[in-house]
DNA sequence: GCAAATTCCTATCTGTTCAGTAGATAATAT
DNA sequence: ATATTATCTACTGAACAGATAGGAATTTGC
């Protein structure tokens, strides 16, 4: 049940990103340094986001990468979805037909309802809400 | 984000076990035929959950294991946190401090609440809701 | 007290995924 | 031209998932 490296590290450079929204493109380089994380396999995991609807990109000099949208218009349901595959817990919440039991089985409801709860929550979050908390909503989530 | 066959196996153990708690002792082997899941790898999994205060056991001719609680006492969350170690997403969760990036880290919130959400439901669901639900709310959840 | 049934314990194995490194090629601004 | 950047392909080492296998210890029924 844990998210793997590669989802929590785009969503950091989605973070980025949209941290340096009006500063034209910003290159790995940057974002390496910054976020602290390999440029190379920084490399492998933003062409899993680099998406025409996700990202704008340039190459060469001065080239990298800049949102496509404002940063309210990216959830993280969204970004992790396209580095982790899906989010449901099970794989039979979103191809119940593959499994024999599914007619019958007393879990699936379970596990369909921690679907459903997990990606309405990371639906719910934008970019633009995490920048907003800042530090903040931090320290009121820090205490609970 | 997925959770492995020892827990989902150990889930479906215990509500076997939940639907047989008035027959006594019931034996690995006709759990492993019911649930179609190989005796052998039940062994090691049942031996996670089998905690005094979760299942008794006896060995030998008619031995096996059975609920040391009634099967509204254990939650899904119980029985997973067991066989998963943990169900937060991420490991900063449980000790922030490991993280060096931790104090003004903008994605933990996310986290957190997500972690938040994630035991909430799954301590709220019992092995009776579970054996009570049936057809009946399996049928509802699955329209939705 | 013996045989059958059962839990308990330890070791092993195969394939896959995680997390990352490395090197070369293609495009672009200056 | 040159430096800078993205893009592509390949490789690697360690850990984990998901089991299988064999035998020892314990208990019940007879």
Redesign the interface.
């Known amino acids: 049940?844990?998210?793997s490296t590669k989802g929590?590290y785009a969503?950091?450079m989605m973070?980025d990103l949209a941290q340096h929204y009006e500063e034209g493109f910003i290159s790995l380089k940057d974002i390496s340094k910054r976020q602290?994380i390999s440029k190379k396999y920084l490399e492998q995991i933003i062409i899993i986001i680099n998406k025409p609807d996700f990202l704008k990109t340039n190459r060469g000099s001065q080239g990298g990468y800049k949102l496509a949208k404002s940063p309210s218009e990216y959830t993280?349901g969204d970004i992790?979805r396209l580095t982790?595959g899906?989010?449901?817990?099970?794989?039979c919440v979103d191809n119940p037909s593959e499994c024999e039991?599914y007619a019958?089985?007393?879990?699936?409801?379970?596990?369909?309802?921690?679907s459903?709860?997990?990606n309405d929550?990371?639906d719910s979050?934008t970019l633009q809400d995490?920048?907003d908390?800042?530090?903040e909503?931090?320290a009121i989530?820090?205490v609970?």
């Open positions: 049940m844990k998210v929590r969503l950091r973070l602290e993280v992790l982790e899906s989010l449901s817990p099970v794989d039991r019958g089985c007393l879990t699936l409801p379970v596990w369909k309802h921690l459903e709860i997990i929550y990371l979050v995490i920048l908390t800042q530090q909503e931090y989530n820090y609970i």
